[in-house]
């Protein structure tokens, strides 16, 4: 199993240009996640799906989209990315109800100039 | 809403020697804890879970942590640091629908 995995790993973007991250997963979890991570703050929610046609906000979903249209994967759209974005993001993947382990991808490196 | 802080942002320890980090958490109901650990450029693993019983838990690679609920804490120990525990270390709560809150996390240099 490759678990959770995340296209592509870096990619630097100029403000104002759009990207898609995609998440990958092989476990049949029903959950998904996005998270970005930015020094002294740990991670940081920004959208996640309790299934495959739904999704819902986080923590910091501004300037954020997603789309879950099959089971096992899960995209974050940038429509027009800024420097604030900068970021590596994470997603992860979990069954549902209370106290799941919820397992990560490598992470994307992002950066807006 | 429920908040996580730890502490120390970094900590150096000797390679042998002990190390305790510190979480604090801040929830209305019975929390549901977790240590992660993220190596450099990688994801990040479960080292352990608290969600109900004995309040000492077990995890992989020697780790242990402790939930105190008089002190709102769920600290981790290990009695012997190895090189390879070099890594930041993260100690989520978890909210309704499996939601992750994260503290700042803590990241530990071992000295050889």
């Known amino acids: 199993n490759a678990g959770v995995t995340q296209t592509p790993k870096f990619r630097v973007l100029k403000t104002g240009q759009s990207m898609t991250l995609l998440c990958a997963q092989d476990?049949?979890?029903?959950?998904m996640y996005w998270y970005r991570q930015d020094p002294g703050m740990g991670l940081r929610l920004i959208h996640y799906s309790v299934g495959e046609g739904t999704t819902a906000k986080g923590e910091v979903p501004d300037g954020y989209n997603v789309s879950r249209l099959k089971k096992q994967n899960f995209l974050l759209g940038l429509e027009s990315a800024a420097p604030s974005q900068t970021s590596v993001y994470f997603c992860?993947?979990?069954?549902?109800?209370?106290?799941?382990?919820?397992?990560f991808g490598p992470g994307t490196r992002l950066l807006v100039l | 809403a429920q908040s996580v802080t730890q502490p120390d942002i970094h900590i150096t320890v000797s390679e042998g020697a002990s190390l305790e980090l510190r979480c604090n958490y801040s929830y209305g109901a019975t929390p549901y804890l977790f240590w992660y650990v993220q190596s450099p450029g990688q994801g990040l693993q479960l080292l352990l879970k608290?969600?109900?019983?004995?309040?000492l838990v077990q995890g992989i690679k020697g780790f242990e942590a402790e939930f105190k609920r008089s002190q709102s804490s769920f600290n981790l120990r290990k009695p012997s640091v190895h090189w390879s525990d070099a890594a930041e270390y993260f100690c989520?709560?978890?909210?309704?629908?499996?939601?992750?809150?994260f503290g700042g996390g803590t990241r530990v240099l071992v000295k050889p």
């Open positions: 989520p709560v978890e909210a309704a629908g499996n939601k992750l809150t």
């Open positions: 992860a993947s979990s069954d549902p109800g209370g106290a799941e382990t919820q397992y």
């Open positions: 608290y969600f109900s019983g004995d309040t």
């Open positions: 476990m049949n979890h029903e959950y």
